[in-house]
């Protein structure tokens, strides 16, 4: 009997001793104390957490672990948890033997029919290292490590507590141009170097905030608007200041929209809004320069976003129509070619004039869509008076960079001509100098358009930066002088000297010329001393309505 009792005793120390074991195996420290807090059992984990050895902790309660306030919170919040539910788990503050803390997760359980805890403690501290980087990171710009959007909204509403405040939202001028000339990487170091510039500005009334690639903002509470306005002139003029990249010079300049807090608006993201239209209106201006909100700009982009509404269903509603502006022979005044206007009469805001929607149209895309109505809309117009018998002239239509890029030019072009049955001879696209300076991508279009027959004009030639190099590269047809200059070149004898050079130019290279802005006889006569083949403007007719250039001119 002695020796069965005495072989189950020890298998019970065995067990004791492999639980033992494996308690001390676990990454977690578990510990068991009586109803005083005196701990009666720990493990490695346990006692090294806070820096002591088992023997050490099993010496010590409750107190060696916690400072006195946490103390008090798990003895009067979580343990009558236990005593009544048997567990409670939650996260505290531990204190090492060192003094230094650190975040736990602590599980208490009862230990039935007795008046023993069992703890488990986990360390948290990696975790917690882990959330704080992920927060980091979703609060702020990877690239400057500044606070971002998320961490600007939430800034923002503190301001309401703040006499005044003020939203400085800026845009980095030529950032592109720099990461195409050095690289992205020079680009990026060259945001941190502006990111270090902009925090040398920071204080308890100021913070940075990096919202997206280069647009920054920089919010100001409890200024006078004399003295931001006073800070947005500093910011221009440090961010000026060259930086020195991987043995480059580097310049880059800033535009800055300024909105305040709470003559503006009271509204945290119209204020954001508000600094935004200021910025483009600082574009605008130049860049490298502040503007201020005012109510001006305000009218300015809600008529502009109506006018984009309206502009989105001006196709499907039939709105559009086209004039006819005639390009008339000097020598002979006799109509030798038309060029096609878009007008547009809206039923919500009238008349609207080409150059308060193109633009819209090229910044939102449209401008594709309402190309191609063009192009058809006058082909179908030359098929018409082909059907009428009346005499054919050359009809020009200008063509966007958009169209170019995003649209198979070529291949709709051709299509309408076959569609309408209108020789390639009668129709002509006017490009801009600008179309030009993507020459890769404007060459092959042209050379297509060339090779069908169809002509090929540059319009206000002489206002923008392509060389004559590229000009007897292009399978160009007719320049177009700026009207610009014909209207100078009465006083101006610089412009009178650039009309001239053109016509001369359009002589050596075989191309003809059409002179714009055409609007006295003093301009048709210098014209025609000048030798110069065509004309267009007032002075013939404005742009007119097809049923008009038909009575005036193709009628005989």
């Avoid at 189950?8 to 033992?20: D, F, N, P, V």
């Avoid at 977690?28 to 050490?56: C, P, R, W």
């Avoid at 803390?101 to 986990?122: A, D, G, H, Y």
């Avoid at 960079?401 to 020789?423: G, N, S, W």
């Amino acid at each position: 009997m002695k020796e069965r009792e005495g072989k189950e005793l020890s298998q019970t120390e065995r067990t004791l001793i492999e639980y033992s074991y494996g308690l001390d195996s676990s990454m977690d420290g578990i510990g068991i104390t009586d109803e005083k807090g005196q701990f009666v059992f720990a493990n490695e984990a346990h006692a090294s957490m806070y820096g002591l050895t088992k023997e050490q902790l099993l010496n010590n309660t409750w107190h060696t672990c916690y400072d006195e306030e946490t103390l008090r919170g798990i003895l009067n919040s979580a343990v009558p948890i236990v005593n009544e539910k048997g567990h409670w788990r939650g996260e505290t503050i531990g204190v090492r033997v060192d003094g230094t803390r650190f975040p736990q997760e602590l599980t208490l359980s009862k230990v039935e029919e007795t008046n023993k805890i069992v703890c488990v403690v986990r360390d948290l501290t990696d975790l917690k290292l882990k959330e704080q980087h992920i927060d980091f990171l979703a609060n702020h710009n990877e690239v400057t490590n500044l606070p971002n959007r998320r961490s600007l909204e939430r800034k923002l509403d503190t301001i309401k507590h703040s006499n005044t405040a003020s939203v400085l939202f800026m845009d980095m001028d030529r950032l592109k141009l720099i990461n195409d000339a050095f690289g992205h990487r020079v680009g990026d170091t060259l945001l941190e170097r502006i990111a270090e510039t902009l925090r040398s500005f920071e204080n308890e009334s100021i913070s940075v905030f990096h919202i997206s690639g280069d647009e920054f903002i920089v919010l100001i509470t409890n200024k006078s608007q004399d003295d931001t306005h006073t800070i947005a002139e500093q910011i221009i003029e440090q961010i000026k200041v060259p930086y020195i990249i991987e043995g480059n010079e580097v310049f880059i300049t800033t535009s800055i929209g300024v909105s305040h807090y709470p003559s503006d608006s009271t509204e945290l993201s119209e204020l954001i809004n508000f600094a935004d239209m200021a910025l483009s209106s600082a574009k605008q201006a130049g860049k490298n320069n502040f503007q201020i909100f005012n109510k001006h700009l305000k009218e300015k982009q809600d008529r502009k976003i109506k006018l984009e509404t309206e502009l989105r269903k001006a196709i499907e509603n039939n709105e559009f129509l086209l004039h006819y502006q005639p390009k008339m022979d000097l020598a002979t005044l006799q109509l030798n070619g038309l060029e096609a206007l878009i007008r547009w009469r809206n039923p919500v805001l009238g008349n609207v004039p080409p150059m308060d929607f193109i633009p819209i149209a090229e910044e939102t895309g449209l401008i594709g869509e309402i190309g191609k109505w063009v192009i058809k809309e006058a082909l179908n117009q030359i098929s018409k008076w082909k059907a009428k018998g009346y005499p054919l002239v050359k009809v020009s239509v200008n063509v966007s960079p958009h169209q170019f890029r995003y649209t198979k030019l070529a291949e709709y072009i051709e299509m309408c001509l076959y569609d309408t049955q209108v020789e390639p001879k009668y129709f002509e696209v006017e490009v801009t100098e600008s179309v030009i300076e993507d020459f890769e991508t404007v060459l092959p279009v042209l050379t297509q358009l060339k090779e069908m027959g169809v002509g090929i004009s540059i319009d206000d030639f002489g206002t923008g930066y392509s060389s004559l190099s590229l000009l007897t590269k292009l399978p160009v047809d007719t320049l177009k002088i700026d009207q610009a200059f014909i209207r100078g070149g009465l006083q101006d004898s610089k412009d009178l000297a650039l009309v001239k050079s053109i016509i001369d130019i359009g002589f050596n290279l075989n191309l003809n010329v059409v002179a714009e802005g055409v609007e006295t006889d003093k301009h048709l006569n210098l014209l025609k001393t000048f030798r110069c083949p065509g004309g267009q403007g007032y002075l013939f007719n404005p742009p007119l309505t097809a049923e008009k250039i038909e009575e005036g001119y193709l009628i005989v």
